[in-house]
C-alpha cells in the first residue's frame, strides 16, 4: 500500500470519526489508528468507560434510531462544533455528523480488514449507551446470527446516505455506494472465516434488518436495496431456511415481501419464505403473502407451501386454505396437507363444504347500467376575477393573521399577477402542462374554494400537475355521492390526461370507497373486483365493502368465496353485514347451517342466530340435530331461539323440568363475577302461565344467560322464555331486569357531580333483552328520560334503541321514530333509523305509515276522553291547547289534582288511578310534542294521505285528532281538479273558509295546507277565519314565501352580512329546531342544520362561525343551503315549502342584527 493512499484513507477516516474528538481527543487518535493501522485494538473496550457519549455524538445507525434530522443537546453540540463540525440549522445538525462518513463509504481505496476493523468499532460504540430511537415494538435480536461488526457495518453504510438523494432508489445506490455490493459483503464475511453454508442466511437476516423509525416520513435505503443483494439471495433461495422469516420483525418480514414484490425471480425463489409468512402472526402480513403466493407458478407454490402446510396451526391458516380450496392445484395440496397435518384437516373439511355450497357454476355477467358522461364545461379564464380580489387582499391583509406564512411571497408576485394567473388558466384550459407558480403556493382544491367558475374538468387538469395530488376533496365537491365514477374516468380520458391519472391521483379511490353512494359506485367496482376484494378482506374496511356489494344486482362468483369466509369469521361487527349480504343466495341456508358444527362457542352462537333469521322451514332438522350434540348452555339457548324462528316446536324442550334442570347445570359455576353487582334475590317471584310457580333459579339462569348473549335485543330466546310466564309477571321481571341495569349504568356518586359516573354497565348490556317484555309506556319513559339526564352515552343509547325496537309497542316505536326523526349523535339516528325501518317492512308499511299506525293514545279513549276511576267515583281528563290535562269530576267540576280517597274507597283503585293519571300526563305531552314535529315535516316534504287512512289514523285518534283540527288542510281530488281547503272541527265537520261543511271522497287525497300553495287572498281569509273561531294554529302555514332563485342556484345569500352574537344566534337557531354543524379541524362550526327526514333532506344556515366550547363573540349570518346525504343540492331539488320555511328561518336569523357592510371584517371569529 503506497503512502498517498495510506494518507487518503486516514484522511477519510480522520473525518468519519471526528465526532469522537468531541468525546476525548485520545479516544479519538487510538480510534483512526485502530481502524486504518489495527494498533489499539483496546479502544474497543475504552469505548465503554465513556458512557453513552460516543454513541450520541458519532451517531452510528442503531435499532428505532429515527431520521438524523434532529437537534443536539446544546452542550455536546458546542463540544462537536469545537472541534469543527458546523452546521447552519440547529435541527440538521444529527446530519451533519452522519454525512462526515459518506465520503469514507464511497472510496474503494479503503481494504476489507479495515471495513471489519470500522464495523467492531460502530459496534462497540453502539454497545456504549441507550439507544437513541424509541423502543421498537415487536423488534428483532439477530445478534446470534449475524456477527455485531458485519452488522453495524452494513447499516450505517446506507443510514449514511443524503436522503434527498434516494428518489431514485436503485441507480442512486449505485452512484452513492458504488463498491458496495454483493460480492463484497460475502467477501467481508469469508475474510473473517464464516462457513460458506452460513453466508447467505447471514446476508439475508443482515439485509432485511429495520434500523429506521417506522414513524420517520424521510425516505430510507436498507441494505437489501444494494447492488447484488437480491441477485445473490436469488441464486442461494434453497440455503435459506423457511425459519429465517422467523427471527424477523414485522416489519422486516414486509420489507422482505416488497422487494420479493419487486423481483418475480426473488419471489420464485424464496416461494418457501413467502409460504411461512401466509400462516405468520400478522393477519395484514398474511393477506400479502397469500397475494403474492398466487402470482405464483402452481407448481412452484406448491414446493414452497407443502412444508409449512404440513405443520401449520388451524388458527392462522383460514387464509390460506380458503385461498387454496380455490387455486390451481391447491386440492391436492389440500388433501395431503389433511393427512399428515390433522390440526388443519377440520378447517379444511368445513371449507370446502363452504365453497361448494356457494358454488355458482356457469354465470352470466352482471349488466351495467349505462352513465351520463359529464360536460367537459367552458373556458376557466372567468376564474382570473374571481381570484385577483382574492389574492390581493391576501397580500395586502395588514394584520396577516391569515396565511401569514405566505404573506410577504404574495406581495413580491402582485406585480407579475396576471402573468400567473394566465399560466393558471392555461393548465385549467388544457393548453399547458407545466406547472403554475400559484399551484406551488396553493393546492388545487384552494382554487376550487374560492373561483365559482372553476369546474371539474379544469380541477381535474390541475390535479394532473400538481406534485402531490389530493383529489378526494375536490371530487366531493363537484361530483359529490352521486357521481358514477365511470363518468369521472370518462372525463378524464377526454381530457387527454395520462390513463393512470386516476390511479395516480391520490384520494380517488378512498373518494369512491367512502364517498360515493353504492348504489351509484357499485358498476365501477364491477369492473375494479380486486379493489373490492382487497377492501373485503381488512377488517377495517370490510364494513362499507360488504355495503357496496349488497348494491350489486347479485354478488359477483369471484367475491362470494371472501364473503362466505366473513360470514362465518370471527369478526362481530363484518359478520352479520355478510350474512346480511348472502341472503339472497339460493345455497343460504346450507351454508348458515354448516356453521352450526363451527369449533368455536360464538362462531356456533352466531351460525343459530344466522339460521334463525333466515327463518326457512327446512333447517328445523338441521338444528334439532344440533341441538342434540351442543352441550354449552350460551349456544344452546340460541338454538331453541333458531328453532323457534324456524317455525319448529319447541314445546318439549321449553317445559319447567328441562329448563330447571339447565338452571341448575348453568349456575353450577356460581353467578358470573360481572353480575356481583346484581341482586338475585331481590328478582321477583313467577308463575308459569299455567299459574304454577317458576323455580327462582331459572329465573336467575335467565338474566346470566341474558348477560352471556350480550345482545340488548330480547328477540328471540328471552323473548320466548318470558312468553311462558304470566304476563303481568314477565312484565314486572322485564321491568326490574331493565331498571336495575339503567340504575347500575348511571350510578353518581353525590348530587354535586351529575356528570361523573363511578360505573357503566354496558358490558351487561345483555339484560337489556328483558325490555322486551316490559309495558310499552314504562319503557317509553324511561328510555326517554335516560337520554335526557345522560345525553352523551352514546354506547349505551344504542343499545337502548335496540330494546325499543324489540319490544315494538306502540309508545316504544314513537320513542324509536322520535330518535330516526332528529338526534345529536348521527350514528345512534342512523342506528334507529335503521331498525324502524326493519319494523316497518315486517309489517309491510312506509316508515311514515309505522309511524301513523303506531301512535300511543296515553290512556286517553275514541271519545277524546281520559276516564280515571276510583270505583264508585268516575273523573274524565280533557286536553287543553297547551297539552296539558285538565281534570272535571262527574259534575262537570274542574278538578286541579285527583282528591284524596274517601272512606270505603278501594285504597289500590286509587293508587292506580293517580299513576295513570301521572302517566298519562308524561306521555300526552310526548306524543302531541312528536306529532306536531311530525305534522310539520310533513307539511315541509308535501306529504299526502289517502282519505280513508287520513281518517282513521289522524282525526280518529284521541290525540292528533285534536292536533288536526289546528291546522288547514288540502283536498286533492282523485281526477287532478281544483283543490279545496278545509279545517276539521272538533264536532267532526269539515268546513271550508265560508263555514260550508265539504265532504271527502274516498278516492281523494289531503294534504297539510300552505302558503305557497294558496293565494295571499286565501291566506288572509283563513288566518281570520282561525281568529273567528279561537283556534290557537298548530303552527304557521300561511305566511312563509318562496325566495327568488336562480336556475341551478344552490345557496341562497341575499342577506348576508346581517350581524348578531354567537349566543343570541344559537338561541333562535336551537328554538327554531336547528342543531350544531359539524365541528372542523381547531374546534369550530359554522353551520346550524335542520333534518327533514321524511324528505331526505338537511337545511344548512351558515354564519360567519364559533368556538367550541362557546364565548359570545360577534358573528354574521352568510347563507343558506341545502343537502341530500351530505351532498349540497340545487334549490330547484327542494320541496317548495321545505324551500319557503327554512327560507323564513334564515330572514328570522338575519333579522337578529343590523347588515353591516364590513361583516367580512367585524364579525369574524378568526
Not at 180 to 194: C, F, K, M, T, Y
Not at 908 to 924: G, I, M, N, Y
Amino acid at each position: 500500500m503506497t503512502d498517498p493512499v495510506v494518507r487518503e484513507i486516514r484522511d477519510l477516516v480522520n473525518r468519519a470519526l471526528l465526532p469522537l474528538k468531541a468525546v476525548d481527543e485520545g479516544l479519538y487518535t487510538c480510534a483512526v489508528g485502530y481502524v486504518v493501522e489495527g494498533t489499539n485494538p483496546e479502544v474497543l473496550r475504552a469505548v465503554a468507560s465513556f458512557g453513552d457519549d460516543p454513541d450520541k455524538c458519532l451517531l452510528p445507525a442503531s435499532p428505532g434510531a429515527s431520521s438524523p434530522l434532529f437537534e443536539l443537546e446544546e452542550e455536546r453540540s458546542a463540544r462537536l462544533q469545537a472541534v469543527g463540525i458546523t452546521w447552519t440549522i440547529e435541527k440538521y445538525a444529527g446530519r451533519s455528523i452522519v454525512v462526515l462518513r459518506d465520503s469514507l463509504y464511497r472510496s474503494n481505496a479503503v481494504g476489507s480488514a479495515q471495513w471489519v476493523r470500522l464495523g467492531r468499532l460502530l459496534d462497540a460504540v453502539l454497545q456504549t449507551g441507550a439507544s437513541r430511537g424509541a423502543p421498537v415494538p415487536d423488534s428483532s435480536d439477530n445478534s446470534d446470527e449475524v456477527p455485531g461488526w458485519f452488522g453495524a457495518l452494513l447499516t450505517d453504510v446506507v443510514w449514511t446516505i443524503e436522503r434527498e438523494r434516494l428518489v431514485l432508489l436503485a441507480e442512486r445506490l449505485v452512484e452513492e455506494r458504488p463498491a458496495w455490493d454483493a460480492r463484497r459483503l460475502v467477501s467481508l464475511l469469508e475474510g473473517e472465516g464464516v462457513e460458506g453454508a452460513d453466508i447467505p442466511s447471514i446476508l439475508f437476516l443482515a439485509s432485511y434488518s429495520d434500523v429506521t423509525d417506522r414513524s420517520s416520513w424521510v425516505k430510507h435505503a436498507a441494505p437489501a436495496d444494494l447492488p447484488g443483494v437480491t441477485e445473490y439471495l436469488t441464486r442461494n433461495a434453497s440455503a435459506l431456511p423457511g425459519s429465517l422469516m422467523q427471527a424477523l420483525s414485522l416489519d422486516e418480514q414486509r420489507n422482505v415481501l416488497r422487494h420479493m414484490a419487486a423481483s418475480a425471480p426473488w419471489a420464485a425463489a424464496g416461494a418457501h419464505l413467502i409460504a411461512v409468512l401466509s400462516v405468520g402472526t400478522s393477519k395484514q402480513l398474511r393477506r400479502k403473502a397469500i397475494d403474492m403466493l398466487g402470482d405464483l407458478e402452481p407448481a412452484v407454490r406448491a414446493e414452497g407451501l407443502a412444508p409449512v402446510l404440513a405443520k401449520a396451526p388451524a388458527y392462522r391458516s383460514s387464509e390460506l386454505v380458503e385461498f387454496l380450496t380455490s387455486a390451481s392445484g391447491g386440492d391436492d395440496l389440500l388433501v395431503q396437507a389433511a393427512a399428515v397435518n390433522r390440526k388443519l384437516a377440520d378447517l379444511i373439511t368445513r371449507t370446502r363444504a363452504r365453497h361448494h355450497a356457494i358454488s355458482p357454476g356457469a354465470e352470466e355477467p352482471i349488466e351495467l347500467p349505462p352513465f351520463p358522461p359529464l360536460e367537459m364545461g367552458p373556458s376557466a379564464a372567468p376564474i382570473k376575477a374571481e381570484l385577483r380580489p382574492v389574492l390581493e387582499r391576501m397580500a395586502n391583509r395588514a394584520d396577516g393573521r391569515r396565511y401569514s406564512w405566505i404573506h410577504g411571497q404574495m406581495r413580491e408576485l402582485l406585480e407579475v399577477m396576471d402573468d400567473l394567473l394566465d399560466a393558471l388558466v392555461s393548465v385549467a384550459d388544457g393548453k399547458s402542462d407545466r406547472p403554475p407558480v400559484l399551484l406551488n403556493l396553493f393546492n388545487t382544491f384552494w382554487f376550487v374554494q374560492h373561483a365559482p367558475s372553476l369546474t371539474l374538468a379544469h380541477a381535474l387538469r390541475l390535479h394532473a400537475v400538481e406534485k402531490r395530488a389530493w383529489c378526494w376533496r375536490t371530487l366531493e365537491h363537484y361530483a359529490g355521492s352521486r357521481t358514477d365514477p365511470r363518468a369521472i374516468e370518462d372525463l378524464m380520458a377526454r381530457l387527454g390526461l395520462a390513463a393512470d391519472a386516476a390511479e395516480r391521483l391520490g384520494g380517488f379511490h378512498g373518494y369512491i370507497f367512502n364517498a360515493v353512494d353504492p348504489e351509484v359506485s357499485w358498476p365501477w367496482y364491477a369492473e375494479h373486483l380486486e379493489v373490492l376484494r382487497k377492501s373485503l378482506t381488512d377488517t377495517e374496511t370490510a364494513p362499507r365493502a360488504l355495503e357496496i356489494i349488497e348494491a350489486f344486482p347479485r354478488i359477483p362468483a369471484e367475491l362470494l368465496p371472501v364473503i362466505a369466509e366473513i360470514a362465518v369469521g370471527s369478526s362481530k361487527v363484518n359478520r352479520p353485514l355478510a350474512q346480511a349480504a348472502l341472503r339472497s343466495h339460493p345455497r343460504v341456508r346450507e351454508l348458515a347451517e354448516q356453521g352450526l358444527a363451527a369449533r368455536t362457542v360464538e362462531g356456533r352462537v352466531s351460525a343459530a342466530a344466522w339460521v334463525g333469521s333466515l327463518g326457512r322451514a327446512a333447517s328445523v332438522p338441521a338444528v334439532r340435530t344440533a341441538l342434540a350434540k351442543e352441550k354449552k348452555e350460551v349456544v344452546r339457548a340460541a338454538l331453541l331461539s333458531a328453532l323457534g324462528s324456524c317455525g319448529g316446536d319447541a314445546r318439549e324442550l321449553l317445559s319447567p323440568e328441562v329448563l330447571g334442570a339447565e338452571a341448575v347445570k348453568g349456575l353450577t359455576g356460581g353467578i358470573p363475577a360481572s353480575l356481583t353487582w346484581f341482586d338475585m334475590e331481590a328478582l321477583p317471584a313467577a308463575t308459569w302461565a299455567d299459574g304454577s310457580r317458576v323455580d327462582p333459579r331459572i329465573i336467575q339462569w335467565w338474566v346470566v344467560l341474558a348477560e352471556k348473549l350480550k345482545n340488548p335485543s330480547g328477540r328471540g330466546l328471552i323473548d320466548l322464555y318470558l312468553s311462558l310466564l304470566e304476563p303481568a309477571d314477565a312484565a314486572a321481571l322485564a321491568a326490574h331486569v331493565t331498571r336495575s341495569w339503567m340504575v347500575k349504568d348511571t350510578h353518581l356518586p353525590s348530587a354535586a357531580h351529575r356528570r361523573t359516573y363511578t360505573s357503566s354497565a354496558m358490558a351487561d348490556k345483555g339484560l337489556l333483552a328483558f325490555a322486551v317484555r316490559m309495558e310499552g309506556g314504562e319503557l317509553a319513559g324511561l328510555v326517554r328520560s335516560y337520554m335526557r339526564d345522560n345525553p352523551s352515552r352514546r354506547a349505551q343509547f344504542e343499545a337502548l334503541v335496540h330494546a325499543l325496537h324489540a319490544n315494538s309497542s306502540p309508545e316504544a316505536l314513537q320513542v324509536l321514530l322520535s330518535i330516526a326523526r332528529r338526534h345529536k349523535m348521527s350514528s345512534v339516528q342512523r342506528t334507529a333509523e335503521a331498525l324502524a325501518q326493519e319494523v316497518a317492512e315486517e309489517r309491510g308499511w312506509s316508515a311514515e305509515e309505522l309511524a301513523d299506525r303506531t301512535i300511543p293514545t296515553a290512556g286517553f279513549s275514541d271519545d277524546g276522553l281520559l276516564h280515571v276511576s276510583y270505583g264508585p267515583r268516575e273523573f274524565m281528563g280533557r286536553l287543553t291547547p297547551d297539552f296539558r290535562i285538565e281534570l272535571a269530576d262527574s259534575a262537570g267540576k274542574t278538578l286541579k289534582s285527583l282528591p284524596a280517597a274517601r272512606s270505603g274507597e278501594d285504597g289500590d283503585a286509587v293508587k292506580a288511578a293517580k299513576k295513570q293519571l301521572t302517566a298519562a300526563r308524561k306521555e300526552a305531552r310526548a306524543v302531541l310534542t312528536l306529532q306536531s314535529g311530525r305534522l310539520y315535516e310533513a307539511m315541509c316534504a308535501g306529504r299526502t294521505w289517502p282519505v280513508p287512512e287520513w281518517r282513521r289514523h289522524l282525526v280518529s285518534h284521541p290525540l292528533v285528532g285534536r292536533l288536526v283540527t289546528r291546522l288547514v288542510w288540502l283536498m286533492i281530488p282523485a281526477d287532478g281538479g281544483e283543490q279545496v281547503a278545509f279545517r276539521p272541527t272538533e264536532d267532526g265537520a269539515l268546513i271550508g273558509i265560508d263555514d260550508a261543511e265539504l265532504d271527502l271522497s274516498d278516492d281523494a287525497a289531503v294534504a297539510l295546507a300552505h302558503r305557497t300553495a294558496v293565494s295571499a287572498d286565501q291566506a288572509a281569509a283563513w288566518q281570520a277565519h282561525m281568529a273567528d273561531y279561537e283556534v290557537t294554529p298548530l303552527f304557521d302555514q300561511l305566511s312563509a314565501t318562496l325566495p327568488n332563485t336562480a336556475r341551478g342556484q344552490k345557496v341562497l345569500t341575499d342577506l348576508q352580512g346581517h350581524v348578531t352574537d354567537t349566543l343570541t344566534l344559537r338561541g333562535a337557531a336551537t328554538t327554531r329546531g336547528y342543531r350544531r354543524g359539524a365541528v372542523m379541524d381547531g374546534g369550530t362550526f359554522d353551520t346550524y342544520i335542520k333534518d327533514f327526514a321524511s324528505a331526505n333532506v338537511t337545511a344548512v344556515l351558515s354564519f360567519t362561525g364559533s368556538w367550541v366550547p362557546e364565548g359570545n363573540m360577534a358573528c354574521a349570518i352568510i347563507g343558506l343551503s341545502f343537502a341530500c346525504q351530505g351532498q349540497e343540492i340545487e334549490l330547484a331539488a327542494v320541496p317548495s315549502v321545505l324551500l319557503a320555511e327554512c327560507y323564513a328561518d334564515y330572514k328570522a336569523m338575519a333579522a337578529l342584527g343590523p347588515f353591516d357592510p364590513q361583516w367580512q371584517k367585524n364579525a369574524s371569529p378568526w
